[in-house]
């Protein structure tokens, strides 16, 4: 059972313009949802989060919004540049011990020059 | 500032061989540790976590294991590996008290011959 689904596997986008990157989950109970963008062979580096009692959140290109009732969250990158080219991961958790974070799949993002 | 490390970067081991990977976190104390595997094109998979020295929990069954033997050490280990046991092995630590927010290391590649 998937909690946490990013149903985009790639994702293309030219250089200057907008990135959008979405993430479903399941399991109402999560309190915090963050974004990590992972280049390959290093570890995730964590990008962005949001709590639940928000519905946006802002951090200099990278804006992340939390949509409660349809269970979705977004990434946008603006604009977006070739070094933003790396693969993203999703992840919503509770805050205890017993709440790790699930992460989703991972969704691929091409920025062209 | 707060560093991970993990050792060795790449390994390849024989089927049936044993396994230790090693994780340690400095500028810390009484972290909240991790594992996770990436099998190839697929998501972030917990494998185990600790919330301190002797306490290890376990998300999957699997031949694998995990011990903390110091504040700020975890191993990962495996008495005789498996093919499936192939993947990219990530550490990661947490604040105290804090789940969510999970900061990696840069990982170590396993293949399993």
């Known amino acids: 059972d998937q909690q946490v689904k990013q149903n985009s596997p790639s994702l293309s986008v030219q250089e200057g313009r907008i990135s959008i990157l979405n993430c479903d989950y399941t399991n109402s109970m999560f309190d915090y949802f963050l974004w990590y963008k992972k280049y390959p062979a290093e570890g995730p580096t964590f990008l962005i989060s949001?709590?639940?009692?928000?519905d946006k959140n802002e951090d200099g290109r990278f804006t992340v919004f939390l949509n409660k009732s349809a269970k979705h969250l977004s990434l946008h990158i603006v604009p977006s540049q070739p070094g933003d080219s790396a693969v993203y991961f999703c992840?919503?958790?509770?805050?205890?011990?017993?709440?790790?974070?699930?992460f989703g799949g991972g969704t691929r993002l091409m920025v062209k020059p | 500032s707060q560093t991970i490390h993990q050792w060795p970067a790449t390994l390849v081991q024989p089927v049936g061989s044993p396994l230790s990977l090693e994780c340690t976190v400095e500028?810390?104390?009484?972290?909240?540790l991790y594992w996770y595997r990436q099998a190839a094109g697929r998501g972030l998979q917990l494998l185990f976590y600790s919330v301190g020295i002797g306490q290890i929990s376990s998300e999957v069954p699997q031949n694998l294991s995990a011990s903390r033997p110091q504040d700020r050490q975890f191993i990962l280990s495996s008495k005789k590996l498996l093919l499936s046991d192939s993947g990219f092995y990530l550490c990661?630590?947490?604040?105290?008290?804090?789940?969510?927010?999970?900061?990696f290391g840069p990982g170590t590649r396993l293949t399993v011959t």
């Open positions: 990661a630590w947490s604040w105290e008290g804090l789940y969510y927010e999970q900061y």
């Open positions: 992840a919503a958790s509770g805050n205890n011990a017993g709440n790790m974070l699930t």
């Open positions: 500028g810390t104390s009484n972290p909240n």
């Open positions: 949001i709590s639940s009692i928000k």
